[in-house]
């Protein structure tokens, strides 16, 4: 009894965390980016503006939740729903803290993945059901984007999975004891990130949404709440890229002297920022451009990590 | 555990049924998906956890997202769910019915008769799975690679830009505006 109510104090105390953190995430966002245009940002409701996100939820729940009357309506009600869910899904095996986590499941690395491929179909219904010239764009082209960038994050990884010997992430954490994995595994870091950022479709790779050429992409019809879930799914979805980031490659929670929840939350807000940097620094590439980046480029690359990593431990046995 | 097992059984029958049932397409491949999270949850319950995920990963991940793929860009519309209500008429289900009957009921009595209960679980690692696979069944590894490798020549052969074959006129036309072109460069 005990147990079971440890771990649903535990569920609840984290959805509650990061749902908050992904709202204020929007503030965070926006004042980095003015700080980094050299102008200021939101900072009229409240302490440094803190309050707008606030202003901006209300806001959100006040407009007209408007269903287009071509639209397939089930379909199209739904489509929001999963990319929140299947982001959510996925902190359960991220583990925030040696004893902060739901599941400490012998295959994380793999259910993360699992759940990172069903966040695709949020885009590719929503896209469709919108019955829109431009979010069928919108939606073909996340549906290919994360498809192939994929394939590139599963590889990524799979040189971390033979150093360490192990799907569970507290194991591969604790691998890092020495070395964190970025130290050994350089390539594979890179190319993770770069298939993160492509996975939750931030700037520079955000062609399903591209507002200069396809209105708003796949979300160009949703309005209110609907449309608050993907704007927070993708919040969402930086944090748990940057916490997977953190977790594989820098020693999650492993750090001197601070708890451990301190480490792997300080580690984590740095490539949420890195995230809000790349926004306002990089240029939106075509979309051909980034079909052949993935499939001519990081695919080799991704095999060559794999067959160095594996001829490393091979000759160290 | 067992309450789930039957639970998640008991969803995968219901959303295969749907998936042939429904006369829209996507609204059949997003009941199909149900059906794979279904046969996941069963392979994760009966202990094959690295199975259950790749299910998830390769067929509900990527595999139906590719199939919903190409019926969007079809846009099949209302005609099409017409067509496939006129199709699917009672006395089409008939002959199939009786079939299927007849290999279930020995299933039945198979599964009667065996005296062991449909759940019971035997936990596989990924590494054993591995070894598994690189040990006994090495041979058949190698055969669905090779298999792979074909079909990924002829997916290049299919998709290579052909060659610009043009008719004698079109060609002496287009000689004649290469010389143009050339003139007014010089």
Known sequence: ?????????????????????????????????????????????????????????????????WIPPFAEKAVFVFAPAIVAAAVLLSFVVVPFAPDILVADLDIGLLFFLAMSSLGVYSIVLGGWASNNKYSLLGALRGASQMISYEVFMGLSLMGVVMLSGSFRLTDIVMAQKDFWFVVTQPVAFVLFLTA?????????????????????????????????????????????????????FFGGWLGPVLPPVVWFTLKTFVFIIFFILLRASLPRPRYDQLMEYGWKIILPIALLNLLVTGGFTLLKN | MEIAFYIAGTVAVAATWMVITRHNPVHALLYLNVSLLAH???????????????????????????????????????????????????????????????????????????????????????????????REYLIGVELAAMLLMAAVVGAAHIGRHKKLVLHRFLQEEKEKEEEKHEEAVL
Do not use: C
């Open chain 2, 40 to 134: 996941a949850m069963l392979f994760y319950l009966l202990g094959a956890s690295f199975a259950a995920l790749l299910e998830i990963i390769i067929y509900a991940g990527a595999i139906m997202v590719l199939f919903i793929f190409v019926v969007m860009l079809l846009n099949l519309g209302k005609e099409t769910a017409e067509q496939e209500r006129k199709w699917l008429k009672p006395k089409v289900w008939v002959g199939p019915t009786v079939l299927a009957a007849i290999l279930f009921a020995e299933f039945l009595a198979l599964v009667l008769s065996s005296g062991q209960g449909a759940y019971s679980p035997a936990v596989v690692s990924p590494r054993e799975l591995a070894t598994a696979l690189y």
């Open chain 1, 196 to 248: 993160g950022i492509a996975e939750t479709h931030r700037l520079p790779f955000d062609i399903p949404e591209a507002e200069s050429e396809l209105v708003a992409g796949f979300h160009s019809e949703y309005s209110g709440m609907k449309f608050g879930m993907f704007f927070i799914g993708e919040y969402l979805g930086i944090i748990l890229i940057s916490a997977m980031v953190v977790t594989i």
């Open chain 1, 1 to 65: 009894m005990n147990e079971i109510l440890k771990y649903t104090l535990m569920i609840v105390i984290i959805l509650f965390t990061l749902t908050t953190i992904a709202a204020w995430l929007i503030w965070l966002e926006r004042r980095m980016l003015a700080l980094w245009q050299d102008r200021y940002g939101p900072n009229r409701a409240g302490p440094f503006g803190l309050f707008i996100v606030v202003a901006d939820t209300i806001k959100l729940f006040f407009k007209e939740d």
